[in-house]
């Protein structure tokens, strides 16, 4: 009897202490907000108190989907105090006195807002009530007071940290997202690139696109009572995009220099794997987007030292113009085809060496698969002038909510430097998906326009929507 007293006591011994190794994960994480079951401490303002703590940011070489730029690494943060939700259009417009979104309703975030109007949103809410403003704005130089303690956008660090809220896996919650959890393109959730044609291996299965945002406090929280940090809108963070330090680093405040800044988290029209905890989406600081928005962030602990930036890219049309489009189907063909004739710019269609399948079904997969492994498809023809092109309209149909692999191969065979990128897609309901980020990270020194998506072949607004566009980047014929 005592042995089996003796068994069955070692048996739930091992039992607790693998648990506990799986909540602990020390080589993983270390410090924070303790297991989330308790209710979150707040401020006056209601922001959470994020405990700081050591953490392995980015993601493991495994995981799928990931970055080149999420590399795993050491990150330790301070105390901070981060909002439970986005900044909604009623917060937002009750300082401003504007409101910029494309979906209207008090209690939807805000998006279509720059990088720009970001900061100058949280000076003017700490000075509306009576707090330190954190930057200082000198045309497009900006610098951090790191001492101050009004509201600010959260660097990557602290904005990776309280999204994980103690995990390492790609989300943060138990199971992958689904649509009924997180607001995203819910056809494609996380997983189903290679799954599309038979689902039964999937975690989970596709479910509603609502083709907007939501209500900033949808859905529930993480184990840190922070909403929406999966989809919605993504949300503006410091720091310029640029390659991860791979040494051991304390409070990160990003690169040094660059021309991009990021947003994480994903938005409302973006495939699930655009929502993971590790990815990383970027644009220019003066872009806007109707999926990306922000959350403000306090200090929590003394911190010291300014943080100083210069300004980033311009898009400057005019000069001669380039249309460069892949097109599969006919739908973005037509589109390049249309502006050429309201530019009269020259056309150039890339043709590949190995063209993809005619098979629908066939192409599905095949692009998936490149995009998996960033394969560069070799381009057949050639453009043997392309310095004297000051402004390249660039063409494409969203693939699995990005770019297709022939566009990599031409933005990485050709130097765009300082050459202005005016980019348009034929989708099938996802809009630009996280292309533009693609795109920017593909050519950092070329600035880029606001673009153009046509649904499918465009109808018969194709002509008119086609002139506005242009019209609105001062392209005229």
């Known amino acids: 009897m005592k042995k089996i007293f003796g068994i069955f006591l070692t048996l739930i011994l091992c039992i607790l202490c693998f648990a506990g190794c799986g909540q602990n994960a020390p080589d993983e994480w270390i410090g924070g907000n303790g297991d989330g079951d308790a209710p979150p401490v707040t401020n006056a303002q209601g922001m959470v108190k994020i405990n700081g703590g050591t953490f392995s940011m980015g993601s493991s070489e495994s995981e799928e989907w990931r970055g080149d730029d999420e590399t795993k690494h050491t990150v330790t943060v301070s105390d901070f105090y981060i909002s439970p939700y986005e900044v909604s259009q009623a917060e937002y417009t009750s300082v401003m006195n504007s409101n910029p979104s494309n979906f209207k309703g008090e209690n939807l975030p805000v998006e279509n807002i720059s990088w720009y109007d970001a900061l100058r949103y949280c000076n003017a809410r700490s000075e509306a009530e009576n707090i330190t403003p954190v930057y200082t704005i000198e045309g497009e130089n900006v610098t951090w007071n790191r001492q101050a303690d009004g509201y600010r956008l959260p660097t990557e660090a602290e904005w990776e940290f309280a999204c994980r809220a103690g995990t390492y896996t790609p989300f943060n919650t138990e199971k992958v997202p689904g649509a009924d959890t997180c607001n995203f393109y819910g056809h494609y959730p996380y997983g189903i690139e290679d799954n599309y044609f038979n689902q039964g291996a999937l975690e989970t299965k596709p479910g509603l696109y609502r083709q907007t945002t939501v209500a900033v406090n949808s859905f529930s929280p993480n184990k840190w009572g922070l909403y929406n940090m999966h989809g ?150 050639k453009i043997d002038n392309i310095e004297e092109y000051d402004t390249v309209i ?84």
């Open 232 to 381: 919605n809108v993504g949300e503006w963070c410091w720091d310029y995009y640029g390659e991860y330090s791979t040494e051991e680093q304390t409070d990160p405040t990003g690169a040094s220099t660059g021309t991009l800044r990021v947003n994480r988290g994903g938005g409302w029209n973006d495939f699930g794997k655009h929502t993971r905890s590790a990815y990383r989406a970027s644009l220019a600081a003066t872009s806007v987007s109707f999926a990306v928005g922000l959350r403000l962030v306090r200090n929590g602990s003394a911190v010291v030292g300014n943080v100083v930036t210069g300004g980033g890219l311009h898009a400057a049309t005019g000069g001669k113009i380039l249309i460069v489009y892949f097109s599969w189907g006919g739908n973005t063909r037509g589109v390049a085809r249309e502006i050429q004739r309201q530019t009269g710019a020259y056309l150039f269609e890339i043709e590949l060496v190995k063209p993809y399948s005619t098979n629908y079904n066939t192409v599905l997969d095949q692009a998936q698969r490149d995009q998996k492994a960033q394969a560069r498809p070799e381009i057949k023809n």
């Open 394 to 477: 660039l063409g494409y149909p969203n693939w699995w909510a990005s770019i297709p692999m022939p566009i990599a191969s031409f933005l990485e065979e050709y130097d765009l430097s300082g050459k202005t990128i005016m980019p348009f897609c034929s989708h099938g309901g996802g809009r630009f998906g996280q292309s533009l980020t693609a795109i920017a990270k593909l050519a950092p020194n070329s600035p880029l326009t606001e673009g153009l998506s046509i649904h499918y072949s465009g109808g018969s607004s194709l002509s008119s929507d086609v002139a506005g566009w242009l019209a609105r980047n001062g392209v005229t014929q």
